[in-house]
């Protein structure tokens, strides 16, 4: 596609609930990552998709999150039993592989747990 | 703490004027680049600055590099209320597979 998609872009959820977000990357491009932000604060890294490599989840804040790459292509970010503090904007980007070219951003999924 | 970190947390400025943000880092990298991020949302890539370069321009940005003194600074000159949004600096380090994203500036522009 032209650009990065996200879905949903927001997602209100209650307090033990799992959700899934999805990132769809532009086509093309082999490496992803999936950042957080909560409100006002800069961006935590949470894991990485280069190619056919191991992910780096070493941003991964708990072992409720989880992520999967399939294919290549898209992704999707998992966090189960969700908690309050989870609530914060989920953004994708991805990139030619290649990090020193810039990352191309979604618009991001807005997750409030309640 | 944050590899990238900017200064002023915030900044506000008449319609016209110029805008100067600054980022310092800790270590080494192969290049600093510059975002923009409206509304909370995704961030656009604005300005790439390699470590071997000094200054770099594109429209009515300027980047600056010292990496001896490891900090960046952008700046914006004729600021128009479009520019309102927050800035962030992302260092691409030696070692590390990902950027590293400071807390960003959040710039406001008055008409």
């Known amino acids: 596609g032209a650009g990065v998609s996200q879905s949903p872009s927001n997602k209100v959820t209650e307090k033990g609930k799992d959700v899934e977000l999805r990132c769809d990357p532009i086509?093309?491009?082999?490496?992803l990552y999936w950042y957080r932000q909560s409100l006002g604060q800069g961006l935590e890294f949470l894991i990485y998709?280069?190619?056919?490599?191991?992910?780096?989840k070493s941003g991964l804040p708990s072992d409720r999150f989880s992520a999967e790459r399939t294919g290549g292509s898209v992704s999707t970010l998992t966090i189960q039993r969700t908690q309050q503090e989870d609530s914060a904007v989920y953004l994708c980007?991805?990139?030619?592989?290649?990090?020193?070219?810039?990352?191309?951003f979604g618009s991001g999924t807005r997750l409030t747990v309640v | 703490s944050q590899q990238g970190e900017e200064d002023p947390q915030a900044l506000s400025i008449q319609e016209g004027e110029n805008a100067t943000m600054n980022c310092s880092y800790k270590t080494s990298i192969n290049n600093l680049q510059w975002y923009r991020q409206n509304s909370g949302r995704g961030l656009v890539h604005l300005i790439l600055i390699r470590s071997n370069e000094r200054e770099k321009h594109s429209g009515r940005l300027r980047v600056t590099l010292d990496t001896s003194k490891k900090s960046s600074s952008l700046l914006i000159t004729a600021s128009r209320a479009a520019d309102t949004a927050s800035y962030f600096c992302?260092?691409?380090?030696?070692?590390?597979?990902?950027?590293?994203f400071g807390e960003g500036t959040q710039l406001t522009v008055n008409p």
């Open positions: 086509s093309g491009h082999t490496a």
């Open positions: 998709f280069q190619g056919n490599s191991a992910p780096d």
């Open positions: 992302a260092t691409d380090e030696t070692s590390g597979s990902r950027l590293t």
């Open positions: 980007a991805s990139s030619l592989g290649d990090k020193s070219r810039g990352y191309t």
